[in-house]
């Protein structure tokens, strides 16, 4: 999920799984090998699998 056309990595702050398991964010995501991230007041999930 990137900025049209923008491949740059944008200023986040990136969530540990741990973090999220505590708060109870995104039940469904939780069991994926995914990090979350906090952009713009937004969460996005970005799934590092290469």
């Keep these: 999920m990137y900025l049209k056309g923008k491949r740059k990595p ?3 702050l990136i969530i540990s799984k741990s973090a999220l ?14 990090k979350y ?10 799934i590092w699998n290469n």
């Design 10 to 12: 944008a200023p986040t």
């Design 21 to 34: 398991d505590k708060n109870k964010l995104m039940p469904r995501e939780r069991r994926t090998h995914a």
């Design 37 to 46: 991230i906090i952009f713009a007041g937004q969460t996005i999930k970005e």
